[in-house]
């Protein structure tokens, strides 16, 4: 009888610990004891460390940080996507690279012409619209394209642990904010449902944008011009214009990251840094110094002496993808 | 007996009226008949008009709006006293416009020159310093400078109907952010403490920025390009750059808002668009079309026929400022 209930409370004791715990998907290794050894620190009323809650402000990036960016970033294939629904009206595309090679399905011919030609594509299916329309094509899109490779919806493809993060530092007072190089436009129509992050809160790279009446009606109008391209030194700078405060925490994955982590981690006081590293080439993809996309050279060798954390996807996640709804 | 208890339970009951009254310092006409009507409409849920919490976004401007800008704006007498504050490692200015004319107290002198000279003193004030080194001068200066005509703070010179309307709104699920003209760097270090607006929910104009290192430690250093004029058309493209989704209410006092109000208005159900208008010569200032600054003109004509209340302040206030402390 002892012996049972004893069972039985250890089995109600574990159950509760382990609802409660916030992060399930992390292991418990250093990342994850790092990320609550912080958040405790700063929220401890009285301690030295402790930071206000208008002050806890949590920034991430997004591509191979909060979703995968593999084997290209996900808003190029929205690009592909809608080079091919715009081709009826552009026969000349037929004849005029990229749109040429695009359309024939030969993407490395599509990108031979580097930035140049990744500016056309972005200028062609990024501009011209309203952004009321240009809201409705990207959640249209986002909500039925899939990933080329897994198959998955392009939002079944966020991390798991990361959505545990993002809920975990909102549960403890902080706001968190998006800061990526990807086009403001293209992600504030569907991250507000994928990571509860509003579109006030999302900083991204910005196209202009202009203001005119159509039909007795104000509308904006997208133009071509990059207005603010967020990333490296463009993040901390976008961080000003948008949050006008430092952050106290940031997560990113790849080089274009370093200037925010540098950023937020030499402020005052409690700071957390840290980068995805992806090095699951099982569940996810293997990556680093030598990728195209997402490269991570110049962080992978600072991360120590800047103190910070490096995340191992393989070591540290016991889950990469949500499970299947 | 009875009377004296009917008597009591009465008093009681206008005590806990007056109490629970959010906007004590608003007469009761139509204009705050027309917040009341339009809060109780779009949070009550079920209701045709009824607005989820996450879109309730109202917008305000500041100078004219939420603290007086007569007879300049209030950011012009920092620049007046920066310029004084740097003369001394400026010998050059002594002989120099419009700086020569400001140093020998010569205001009109001083803006002469037009536009060209204004931004010659605001380069000269508002760039060449980091972001961290600027809050804490424009945090100095709030703290102790005085208004050259009432010898009052300038933070004393908000108008307590709008900080009440700003509290019932947040009491109500809004989020509540200034769209000014005025710079946005020079609002947030006070408008937090002064209107509970935090600094990742000011738009305002914006100059340029630029991440360096300085011994070792990264740095923000303001940069004298206009990279963003948060003014007319520049309203609602601020707000959309910021913001990313269109407000529901709207506040602002001159045609520098009407763009604002316009973009506000034009959205699809219930819409709140108030026009501040200066009528009140004896406890402020009266002004409207022929005003050098707020110009009201094609806003007061307009706003019959495009649905925008009306707020006198010299009928529809029965405070301007806030009490002494």
Chains 1, 2 share one sequence.
């Not at 997004?62 to 081709?87: C, H, I, M």
């Not at 009606?217 to 463009?234: A, F």
Request: glycine content about 10%; charged content about 25%.
């Amino acid at each position: 009888m002892k012996t049972f209930a004893l069972a039985f409370v250890s089995a109600a004791l574990i159950g509760a610990l382990h609802a409660t715990d916030p992060l399930p998907s992390w292991r418990d290794t250093a990342p994850k004891q790092a990320i609550v050894s912080f958040v405790e620190k700063v929220t401890k009323e009285g301690s030295a460390d402790f930071v206000p809650v208008p002050e806890r402000i949590a920034t991430f990036d997004n591509d191979g940080t909060l979703w995968s960016e593999q084997p290209a970033y996900f808003q190029f294939f929205f690009v592909v996507d809608r080079v091919k629904a715009l081709a009826p009206q552009h026969p000349e595309w037929k004849e005029q690279e990229p749109f040429a090679s695009l359309l024939k399905g030969d993407m490395k011919g599509a990108l031979a012409g580097g930035e140049k030609g990744l500016v056309a594509m972005l200028a062609a299916t990024h501009s011209g619209m309203t952004t009321d329309d240009f809201e409705k094509e990207v959640g249209d899109w986002i909500a039925t394209a899939k990933h080329p490779k897994s198959g998955k919806l392009f939002t079944a493809m966020v991390y798991q642990p990361m959505l545990e993060l993002l809920a975990y530092l909102r549960a403890n007072g902080f706001k968190t904010f998006i800061v990526s190089g990807g086009g403001i436009e293209f992600m504030r129509p569907w991250v507000e449902k994928t990571y509860g992050i509003p579109p006030e809160q999302v900083v991204g790279s910005s196209g202009g944008l202009k203001y005119e009446m159509r039909d007795g009606k104000p509308v904006l109008l997208k133009t071509p011009e990059l207005v603010h391209n967020d990333d490296k030194d463009g993040k901390p700078v976008g961080i000003q214009r948008h949050i006008g405060r430092r952050p106290i925490a940031a997560f990113g994955n790849s080089d274009g990251d370093f200037q925010m982590l540098e950023w937020t981690t030499s402020g005052k006081g409690a700071r957390l840094g840290m980068i995805v590293h992806h090095t699951d080439a099982e569940r996810e993809v293997a990556y680093d110094r030598e990728s195209h996309i997402g490269k991570l050279d110049k962080g992978l060798d600072a991360a120590k002496t800047k103190g910070w954390t490096l995340i191992s996807m393989k070591d540290d996640w016991s889950a990469i993808y949500p499970p299947a709804p």
